[in-house]
Structures are given as C-alpha cells and as structure tokens.
C-alpha cells in the first residue's frame, strides 16, 4: 500500500453537487448522496460528521478525524501537514516512513536503517553523496514530487562530485523499488553507469534528471545508465542529457552516452506519452543516445521496448541509437513538442567531472556551453589561492582544456568555471 492507494472522500446529506458552500475552492473533495435508508445511516450508524475526514487502519478501524475545510490545499503548510499524516497512519499499519533530513541527515544512512518496502523521502536540498540500495526493495523519492509544488522538481539533488557513480541498484531488486524525483550529476565511473547503475536487478527509475555524468577509461558504457547482468528495469519519464562516455584509449569502446544494455538485459524504456524519456546532447563513440550490445544475429531477434521517447530526430539516426534495429522505437516524438519544458534547460552549460580524477599529473576539464561566449575557468587550492587562471572566448558546443599540475603537492583542488553569470564548480583530487 502506497501514497496513490490513499483516497479522500466525504459523504454528505445531498447528492453531489457542482459547487458547494463553505469548502475550499467550491468542490475540492467528491461528494456522493447517502441514500441508503431514510434517515442517512452514515451519520446515524457512524456518528459521522460532515466534512470531516476519517482514517482507518487496515481492519476498518477509525485511528482519527477531523474536519476537511480547515485545510487550504494552496497553503504548503497545510498540504504538507495532511501529506504527512497520511504517512504516519500508514507507517502505523504497514511499512515505516523515513525522511531526509528530519531523521537522517544523508540520504545513504536512511537505506541503511531502512527496511524492506520503507519509504525514504528527502527534502530539497543538495546531497554530495553516493548512493547504494544494498539489497533492500525501497522507495527513495524526492519529496517535491509528494504532489504540492511542480516548480520545485529537480531541487533534490544528488551530486556524486566526480568521486563515483552517484545511484547503485545491484542487491536483486525488484520493479518495486523506485528511485523517483531526483536531480543525478557529476557521477564517474571507471566501467559502467556514472549516473546510474542497474546490475542484476529490476528497479522503477521515474522523472529522474539525469545529466552531467561520465563513464570510461579504457572503454565503458552508459554515461547516464548502464543495466547489466540481467537486469529488467522500467526506466519512465526521466531527462536524460548531456552525458558522456570517454576516456584516454584511442578505440572505439565508449558505448551509450545516454543509456546502456547489455545483452542479458531488457528493460522497458518509455511507453506512453506520460511515461516517455526525454533523452538527447549524451555523447559516446557509439549510440550517443541509447545503445544495446548486439547479437552474432541481429534478423530475428526482439527489439528492446521503447515507445513513446523524445529525441532531438524522431525516428533517431544510427548514430543516436544502436542499433536501431535492436530497438521498437514506435511513437516516438520530436523534443521541440515536449510539454514539460521544465525539465530542458534553456541556458545549458555544464562542467563535466574532469577525468582522470584522481589524476598525476594530469586530468581533462570538459565543459560544454549553448552559444558563443567568454569563459573564465579557474582552479584554486583548498586555502582559495589561484593555481591557474585562464580567460577565453569559445564557440557553442563542448571544449575540452588539459590541467597539468606537475610541481604541485598531493591534494584537493577546485576547478571553477564561468560563463554568462553562471558558475559551476567540482573538487579535483591530486595523488602522487
């Protein structure tokens, strides 16, 4: 039993009507007509009070009530007090409610106090983190998406800082476990999966932002996420950009900038116009977008389900999405129609994780910007003293500068970079 089991009527003495006095914005809540018997048994049996709100526990019985119209559904206050008392009476009778950071102060404590089937939700915020599930079927969602305030989507974020993959999902779970609302950046892996890893299990990745992650050394797969070993996930409604696949090898290794599967894996990417991924401006020798290994025999084998995606070319080119045959593509739909266009940055400019990281003596700094612009990167030491300055003009697209820090000591150093009134910054980590 989730939050969407979760239901609020009232009862009243008349039949439903199509404004009704004395509550919040005329006819929030459906009213339906006791007429049972004569004399209204709802309120004569149940001491039922109109327009209260009732809750009861799993066998029927009533844990509280109170009086529905003393609620403004348009105060945060008032929504977030009525959302969270649905989730106390749940945790009562079923599985516990944590919260990030009224209880926890990071994110991978709460998974590790979890228990099986909890739900973690987390506060705005950002939370420089890596986060593994261990082997727990949990529901970590970000608390925006509770329903109150859409503008705040995407201010839970989950920055992996160039350290690491930032989301691990590898203990077997099942499509019951859900990773839901979160903003995903500045993961790195070595091999597989910078924002997110799927390995050998079966989660509900939905209306995530994933972007900003790199994956690759000497080859390496999914900058955005990678499935593998047999993992069968259902991947909706998430944004999926600016990712990449790269390394120091001269090969052509570097496979799914957006997503990667493996060949004993087959998740169901997309499906309907609410469920479909956004997915483009993700980078990768080959599949920039998505990509599947493929078969000795690609004629007869089932295309991985993925209808309804919105990709910059609708249907995708090879170079986007390999192979194509390997994928059902049907219905997909041009980015430029997306409604939500929240979730697709008008101004995009983005630091990548340099790489290597950490690094002797050298690393790669990439960054991309949307137009043609001054760019002023920067790199301090960790007392704040200036280690190398340099000003540029660059043209739109993605720049890549070489950092040699030779004479430098052993130690943590910050790469910042400006362009149009926009900084980013990331740690870089030097070992001798």
């Known amino acids: ?33 006791d007429i049972e018997a004569e004399g209204y048994p709802v309120w004569v049996d149940y001491t039922a009070v109109q327009r209260s709100t009732y809750f009861l526990n799993r066998q029927g019985e009533l844990l509280y009530q109170f009086n529905i119209t003393t609620l403004d559904p348009n105060n945060p206050d008032d929504y977030n007090y009525l959302i969270n008392l649905i989730l106390d009476y749940r945790a009562n009778s079923g599985p516990d409610v944590i919260r990030v950071s009224d209880d926890y102060l990071t994110i991978q404590s709460a998974i590790e106090e979890a228990n099986e089937n909890d739900i973690i939700l987390v506060e705005p915020g950002l939370y420089n983190e890596h986060i593994n599930f261990l082997d727990k079927n949990i529901s970590l969602v970000a608390l925006p998406y509770s329903g109150y305030d859409e503008n705040i989507i995407g201010s839970v974020i989950i920055d992996g800082e160039g350290q690491g993959t930032v989301v691990t999902i590898n203990g077997g779970q099942d499509q019951s476990s859900i990773l839901l609302g979160f903003d995903i950046q500045n993961g790195q892996s070595d091999d597989y999966g910078g924002g997110i ?71 169901i990417i997309g499906g309907s116009v609410t469920l479909g991924n956004t997915i483009y401006d993700n980078e990768a020798d080959v599949g920039n977008q998505l990509y599947r290994i493929p078969m000795n025999d690609t004629t007869t084998w089932t295309p991985i389900y993925a209808h309804h995606n919105y990709f910059e070319l609708c249907p995708p080119e090879s170079v986007d999405v390999f192979p194509l045959n390997g994928w059902d593509l049907d219905f997909c739909h041009d980015i430029g129609f997306v409604d939500n266009n929240d979730i697709i940055p ?87």
């Open 1 to 33: 039993m989730g939050i969407n089991d979760v239901q609020i009527f009232g009862v009243g003495k008349d039949e439903y009507n199509g404004s009704l006095d004395g509550m919040i914005d005329q006819n929030i809540l459906p009213w339906v007509e």
């Open 197 to 267: 890893l799927i390995d050998a299990a079966s989660p509900t990745i939905d209306r995530n932002i994933i972007h900003n992650n790199q994956t690759g050394e000497c080859g390496g797969g999914g900058g955005g996420i990678a499935i593998i070993n047999g993992s069968y996930p259902h991947i909706f409604g998430n944004s999926i950009f600016d990712n990449s696949v790269f390394g120091d090898c001269d090969c052509i290794c570097y496979f799914g900038g957006g997503i990667y599967v493996d060949s004993l894996s087959w998740p």
């Open 346 to 432: 008008n101004n995009n400019f983005f630091l990548y994780p340099n790489y290597p990281n950490p690094f002797n003596p050298k690393t790669n700094i990439r960054f991309s910007i949307s137009y043609a612009n001054n760019v002023h990167l920067m790199i301090y030491d960790i007392v704040g003293r200036i280690i190398m300055e340099k000003r540029m003009f660059l043209t739109s697209g993605k720049h890549l500068i070489e950092w040699n820090a030779r004479g430098l000591s052993s130690g943590i150093y910050f790469v910042k970079v400006e362009s149009g009134g926009i900084f980013k910054t990331q740690k870089a980590v030097l070992v001798k």
